[in-house]
């Protein structure tokens, strides 16, 4: 496997002080800026929107990796496309309320890489048929909404049979995890299979940035 990703999600920043705390981050390793969309409706919590990304895009040029826990993802694609994603991630979940074929080609139009999530209640059976028209698949090992959530080891079959896609010589994804990330956890994951690792509290919650994404790559 090559290197591990590290994408802190700034969920978990200081947002007194946003510019800085993507400074730090960059300087400490960082590979992507992960930015959690919630809208209080697929989701229990609301985050931030476009104009928030907009401005981290500004601070950075790292890619962002923007994760829609929303419902109508394809009408809110193009909005965050422009404001300055690299990847975006929308849900497979029926209450999701979207085409996912359609948004899926939506986010390539727009020039940014397509990312399908499930949620831990879900089976990986319903992502199969859309294999070949995303470019990374995120396994969330928590439930969305809150940060600081402990880490469901049972999600990891997710990955390995990610893992099985990509060895069966089609279409190869990023495998990336999402929630509870620290540095045991990490291992377990890369260990499964995992290749982008997203991680919030275990990165801004600690005194030093850099050996944080240091611990989680196993450096």
Request: hydrophobic fraction near 40%; charged fraction near 25%.
């Amino acid at each position: 496997m090559g290197k591990v990703i590290v994408a802190p999600s700034i969920l978990a920043a200081d947002f007194s002080r946003l510019a800085e705390e993507i400074h730090r981050v960059e300087v400490a390793g960082a590979d992507w800026i992960h930015c959690d969309i919630m809208d209080g409706h697929f989701v229990d919590n609301i985050s931030f929107g476009p104009d928030v990304v907009r401005l981290v895009r500004k601070e950075t040029s790292l890619p962002l990796d923007v994760h829609l826990m929303i419902e109508h993802a394809d009408h809110y694609v193009p909005r965050f496309a422009k404001a300055g994603a690299n990847s975006i991630t929308v849900h497979v979940e029926p209450e999701a309320r979207h085409d996912v074929v359609k948004t899926l080609q939506r986010i390539r139009d727009a020039g940014c890489r397509a990312g399908l999530t499930l949620n831990p209640e879900t089976a990986f059976e319903l992502v199969e048929q859309f294999l070949g028209k995303f470019d990374m698949l995120l396994v969330m090992t928590v439930h969305p909404g809150f940060g600081g959530q402990p880490f469901r080891a049972d999600q990891m079959g997710k990955v390995r049979r990610a893992v099985a896609w990509n060895s069966s010589g089609g279409h190869k994804i990023d495998i990336e995890v999402d929630g509870g990330i620290n540095p045991k956890t990490a291992r377990i994951s890369v260990e499964n299979g995992a290749n982008v690792l997203v991680a919030g509290t275990s990165i801004f919650h600690s005194k030093d940035y850099a050996k944080a994404i240091r611990d989680l790559r196993g450096e």
